[in-house]
């Protein structure tokens, strides 16, 4: 991208242009972009539109049958109610930065809009950021720790193989649990488990899948041995019959604190991934909250539906 802004601003004569757009106020800037964008809709006919869908890989629809996603959507959120996970309906956009704040995303990976928005890439992130202001305005209390969930089709800009079933957007449920450091780590026992079971209950009991976990060590915690082992136990315990395997490598990786698991599914002899989670600090981040403990996870739609 840097290689294209550079053309860019030498054509235009300007090397300074984006450093004086962005000192611009945000309502300034945001008027200009939707000028810009109104003036290039005026040049747009029906014939353009059609030509543009057929070329924009952001635009085509998916393939899976739409009932059968709803009402995937239907079974997953139902178990969360049925195991006190609270369920939250999201916007399709995200505050501008939603996931490049935290760190470990290129802002280039997601789909900047006008109006300080994005659109949704990651459901995740807008629980953490719903939780943290319950928290902060005092609308919620997670002493004795806080379940959400949600459903959403998000979309990334991510490059993607040019093959059938392959899109720019997909389907995600996901789990944003949070809880206050009691010592011991007490809470973080807590939420793991709460997640743990919903899993077992979703993934074995329901759909009788051949799940096999890995388990991937992370920095963040001083004891991070002792805390991995004593997280280990915990899946050993939750998930009794299913295999576990070990990455040890990569502890800084600074997207999970602690730990990260994955969960596979098997079909025809083949592992897909169908889920990913870990420890967060997002809330802790955002409401300057240093005892605040977070753990997400999700699992793919898409990916459960096709298997």
């Given at each position: 991208?840097?290689?294209?802004?550079?053309?860019?601003?030498?054509?235009?004569?300007?090397?300074?242009?984006?450093?004086?757009?962005?000192?611009?106020?945000?309502?300034?800037?945001?008027?200009?972009?939707?000028?810009?964008?109104?003036?290039?809709?005026?040049?747009?006919?029906?014939?353009?539109?059609?030509?543009?869908?057929?070329?924009?890989?952001?635009?085509?629809?998916?393939?899976?049958?739409?009932?059968?996603?709803?009402?995937?959507?239907?079974?997953?959120?139902?178990?969360?109610?049925?195991?006190?996970?609270?369920?939250?309906?999201?916007?399709?956009?995200?505050?501008?930065?939603?996931?490049?704040?935290?760190?470990?995303?290129?802002?280039?990976?997601?789909?900047?809009?006008?109006?300080?928005?994005?659109?949704?890439?990651?459901?995740?992130?807008?629980?953490?950021?719903?939780?943290?202001?319950?928290?902060?305005?005092?609308?919620?209390?997670?002493?004795?720790?806080?379940?959400?969930?949600?459903?959403?089709?998000?979309?990334?800009?991510?490059?993607?193989?040019?093959?059938?079933?392959?899109?720019?957007?997909?389907?995600?449920?996901?789990?944003?649990?949070?809880?206050?450091?009691?010592?011991?780590?007490?809470?973080?026992?807590?939420?793991?488990?709460?997640?743990?079971?919903?899993?077992?209950?979703?993934?074995?009991?329901?759909?009788?899948?051949?799940?096999?976990?890995?388990?991937?060590?992370?920095?963040?915690?001083?004891?991070?041995?002792?805390?991995?082992?004593?997280?280990?136990?915990?899946?050993?315990?939750?998930?009794?019959?299913?295999?576990?395997?070990?990455?040890?490598?990569?502890?800084?990786?600074?997207?999970?604190?602690?730990?990260?698991?994955?969960?596979?599914?098997?079909?025809?002899?083949?592992?897909?991934?169908?889920?990913?989670?870990?420890?967060?600090?997002?809330?802790?981040?955002?409401?300057?909250?240093?005892?605040?403990?977070?753990?997400?996870?999700?699992?793919?739609?898409?990916?459960l539906l096709l298997l």
């Open positions: 991208m840097s290689k294209i802004t550079d053309r860019i601003l030498t054509e235009l004569g300007d090397k300074e242009l984006i450093e004086k757009l962005l000192a611009l106020p945000k309502s300034d800037l945001n008027s200009l972009m939707l000028e810009v964008f109104k003036e290039q809709a005026k040049d747009i006919n029906p014939a353009d539109v059609l030509k543009a869908f057929q070329t924009n890989r952001f635009s085509l629809p998916s393939e899976i049958d739409p009932i059968d996603y709803h009402i995937c959507e239907a079974e997953l959120l139902s178990l969360a109610r049925k195991l006190e996970i609270e369920a939250v309906l999201l916007s399709p956009s995200a505050p501008l930065g939603s996931c490049s704040a935290f760190g470990c995303v290129n802002q280039n990976n997601i789909i900047s809009a006008s109006r300080g928005v994005e659109i949704l890439p990651d459901p995740t992130n807008m629980l953490a950021i719903i939780i943290a202001q319950k928290l902060k305005n005092e609308e919620a209390d997670n002493h004795n720790q806080l379940h959400f969930c949600t459903t959403a089709r998000v979309q990334r800009a991510n490059p993607i193989p040019k093959a059938k079933g392959f899109y720019s957007h997909f389907g995600i449920f996901c789990i944003v649990s949070t809880g206050k450091d009691r010592g011991s780590y007490i809470c973080e026992n807590a939420l793991f488990v709460k997640q743990l079971h919903y899993y077992r209950k979703l993934l074995i009991e329901r759909y009788n899948a051949r799940l096999s976990v890995v388990l991937r060590k992370r920095s963040g915690y001083i004891d991070s041995d002792g805390f991995f082992n004593k997280m280990t136990e915990l899946v050993k315990i939750e998930l009794p019959d299913v295999p576990i395997s070990f990455d040890l490598e990569h502890e800084d990786n600074n997207y999970y604190k602690g730990i990260n698991f994955k969960l596979y599914m098997e079909k025809e002899n083949e592992k897909i991934e169908i889920g990913d989670g870990g420890f967060v600090d997002w809330i802790s981040k955002m409401t300057n909250r240093k005892k605040e403990r977070c753990l997400i996870s999700g699992i793919g739609l898409d990916r």
